[in-house]
């Protein structure tokens, strides 16, 4: 071992919060958190976009999974909602003219409803009223009295014709045929025979009297159907009457409510002309009725439908009459009827057919006039739902349309509803990717959604901080009804919290995850039978959590002590160095140690990368192998050439790597090999590294720490055993109570450096060395083994050059011939 250059103390190992300091003895003694924390940014945006006034302020609130932008973006819409006024009342009545154009009307919330009331009031009244206006005494004595004085009339006129007819020797005969005329003789008609038997000058007076009386018989005739007209038309100013007297009292009742309004006044004055207009329809409703009751089947197909009353109820699509303030609409799944709204069908005898009553409202329609939150990816997947969306936000109206309309090949008929005014504020939750994608791809985005509302993954730890996040412990126990948490437990939850996001001065607002942490940490301390979570029942959570998820870590690890998978944690070997990998499974993350070596030899092929050689080196790595390059250049080869072939490979390594984190491991190995010097085994080594030799921060920093230990931990832990990292990386150590205890036993041990010369000293146990004035480094010292390696590769290089550019000099010198020239 190097003694303890760069080594960490406990302290600096993890963060840790004294429950003393918090103040409180449990969350009983806290109150209940007012708005949200550790996202000022994200509530400021969506503040701003929910309050300014202009096209396309719309919002896409963005940020990671599990950071409560749905939840933040919901409570703030429904604090703010209670403050704004309630939206107007839609309804969808028939259009009498083009029932395939259904009317829209809007009335002030609350009088919708009131409205649809009335106007089932009245149906169902007149389902009552007119067939028993149409079947009353006094209506059929006056229809009768119509007849009767028709019949009268008629009667009169046939009576005189015949009487002017038995003057002229003729009789009038009513027959199926209609009225005819016969010649009397003795005073009997007279046949077509017996005619025939008659003298010529008796057929010729017959026929001359004919003539006369076929005028007269015409003009009676006419006389007959203007008195029919006339018995229609008293008919039917009797039925107009009958019904106006029957729904006047109910029209008027409802014109006098609304008289303000004066689209209802309008649809009101169309249901009276309608009534009136269809009387005769509803005269023979009881006769369809019983006939369909009889033969249904042949009244549809004789195209015969009782009428319905339907037609005049109103379809409320939007009903604000218990609303308080704004709608705050969250759609689930807003697919493109849900979205924009639907128009129904049923079956009937085997065909679809619709009408207005069956419009039913989408979340655009509901959300009108307040708050509409959607997730970008399911508006984005449901087919035709973002090009639906867009275009009722262009427009700011609300059109009912089939899906897909454009792009049917033949159109069918259907409603096309009045479109509707749209007031609406659309909040899109979305991941970052899809912000971006939109932002870039799709023109419309840009002027549509121009508040961004960036939700943050992490909040500041400071003493602030810390008590937000413990009144936002004490709202969800008291929301979700878990038991109260110890100033233990809080403190242990606060830890954990720093512990997701890997960073001693910062705190995780994933509330996603930290929900769940408090969940299980009150159902174990039901089990160990606590009043309060305690901390002993937040660790357990955590483990738990941990040994449901790292069965593949086990798998490894266990690999690792076998032997089927070769990792040294002690002795000393040259050019072969143990790096730290992160493994990630989704719900888990766990660092796997892996075999690095070097070989270097006479050449000049450079640094060969094995792994990027077979393609198993993603492009981040395979930068970190060419840097390399570039130190050795700028350390060690500036008045001789970098003249080496070295190779380079993670050891038993079947898929692909990703990352600069082991390129600092890699060049430990390298100088290894060329020095001679070997590498301490039972340290591994972690961090990248730049052309200058500064090692640069790195992620997964706990996780490659553990895992290391829990690998010497199987093998056995000799004391010396530990981890070299970047110092940049102290601020993120959180490591698990487990490794610090073991560093504070000193059985295990955290190195940091900033420079390799730091770490290679920590690994070879010898100076590094400084550059001297002469550009030579003292002896001894790794950097003067280096050196001296890479003098000596090149003076080799150097030789076996040389004989050969003598021999190509040889062939190509001129030949002397015998006339003096050179061929």
Known sequence: MAGNRGELSVEELRWTLDPESLGFSSTEDLGTLDGVIGQDRAVRAVSFGVDIEGPGYHVFALGPSGTGKTTMVRKFLERLAPDRPVPDDWLYVNNFEDADKPIALRMPAGMGCQFRQDMDRVVDELNTEIPRTFESEEYEREQQQIQEEFQRRRQALFEELEREAQARGFAILQGAGGVMMAPVIQGNVVTPEQFGQLSEEQRQRIENGRGELQDRLRDTMRQVQQLQREARDRTRDLDRQAMRNTIEHLIDELEAKYAEFEPVMAFLSRVTADLLDKVQDFKQQRQIEQMQQQNPLAVAMAGQQAPSFDRYRVNLIVDNCDAQGAPVVIEDNPTYYNLVGRVEHQVQLGALVTNFTMIRAGALQRANGGYLILDARDVLTSP????????????????????????????????????????????????????????????DFRELFKVKADFASDMRRDGDGVQEYATFIASIVREENLRHFAASGVAKVVEHGARMVSHKNKLAVRFGDVVDLLRQSSYWAGKNGHDLVQAEDVQRAIDEDIYRSSQIEERMQEMIEEGTILIDTEGMVGGQVNGISVLSLGDYVFGKPSRITARTYVGNAGVVNIDRETELGGRIHNKGVLILSGYLGGRYALDVPLALSASLTFEQLYEEVEGDSASSAELYALLSSLSGYPINQELAVTGSVNQRGQVQAIGGVNQKIEGYYLTCKLKRLTGNQGVVIPRDNVKHLMLREEVVDAVREGRFHVYAVSTIDEGIEILTGKEAGQQQEDGSYPEGTVNWAVQNKLRELAEKVKGFARPEAEGERKETEPVAVADGRAD
């Open 384 to 443: 035709f739902a973002w090009e639906a969306l867009k275009r009722s936000l262009r427009s700011n109206q609300i059109k009912i349309e089939a899906m897909g309309e454009a792009y049917r090949a033949i159109t069918t008929r259907t409603l096309e509803p009045e479109p509707i005014p749209l007031d609406v504020k659309v909040v899109l939750i979305g991941e970052p990717l899809l912000y971006y994608l939109l932002l870039n791809l799709d023109p």
